[in-house]
T-cell receptor, first 106, second 113 residues
Framework: DAKTTQPTSMDCAEGRAANLPCNHS???????VYWYRQIHSQGPQYIIH???NNETNEMASLIITEDRKSSTLILPHATLRDTAVYYC???????FGSGTQLTVLP | SQTIHQWPATLVQPVGSPLSLECTVE??????LYWYRQAAGRGLQLLFY??????ISSEVPQNLSASRPQDRQFILSSKKLLLSDSGFYLC????????????FGPGTRLTVL
């Protein structure tokens, strides 16, 4: 059961890019990396996932290192509504860790 | 489109009372279903998951149980609540055989007094 580690908190200025790192050094070759976010008192929301290649969708971009031991979620133009806890998990991980509390500052 | 419902949204129960939380999914068939618990200020802990009717896997020993009486219905129960059962309970679903992307419901906030 691969584990992930993330910084506890980060701040970002509104309109700037938010780069959230995640380490998953014990990830297996066939395990996807997933990112979710949870706004206070709501259920988590799926953001993006990837296996080896970098991915982009309407919400964010995911950059995975070549050795797959770490990844970075990028919110290109953070808004106040992006303030949330961001979770990085790998497939079959049974527990979401504490994630990163991202605070977007005006 | 698929939607997931949970109820009630909030619940206050005395210690020792029973519990029944319900989760239903619409717009998909034979989903994988999950129950998570989130203690205050903590991450999500997987409690149960199900790949089909009557098929329940428990991940954490506790005084809770889960049942799946219908394809798109998942129920979390307890015969006697403990103070430590307080938390935010989340149901989620995923497409079987897919990439395991999970879609979460709005959650039930349970306070045991």
């Amino acid at each position: 059961d691969a584990k992930t580690t993330q910084p506890t908190s980060m701040d970002c200025a509104e309109g700037r890019a938010a780069n959230l790192p995640c380490n998953h050094s014990t990830i297996s070759g066939n395990e996807y990396v997933y990112w979710y976010r949870q706004i206070h008192s709501q259920g988590p929301q799926y953001i993006i996932h990837g296996l080896k290649n970098n991915e982009t969708n309407e919400m964010a971009s995911l950059i995975i290192t070549e050795d797959r031991k770490s990844s970075t979620l990028i919110l290109p133009h953070a808004t106040l509504r992006d303030t949330a806890v961001y979770y990085c998990i790998v497939r079959r991980q049974l527990t979401f860790g504490s994630g990163t509390q991202l605070t977007v500052l005006p | 489109s698929q939607t997931i419902h949970q109820w009630p949204a909030t619940l206050v129960q005395p210690v020792g009372s029973p519990l029944s939380l319900e989760c239903t999914v619409e717009g998909t068939s034979n989903p994988n279903l999950y129950w998570y618990r989130q203690a205050a200020g903590r991450g999500l802990q997987l409690l149960f998951y199900s790949v089909g009717i009557g098929q329940i896997s428990s991940e954490v020993p506790q005084n809770l149980s889960a049942s799946r009486p219908q394809d798109r219905q998942f129920i979390l129960s307890s015969k006697k609540l403990l103070l430590s059962d307080s938390g935010f309970y989340l149901c989620a679903w995923s497409v079987p055989g897919g990439t395991d992307t999970q879609y979460f419901g709005p959650g039930t906030r349970l306070t045991v007094l």
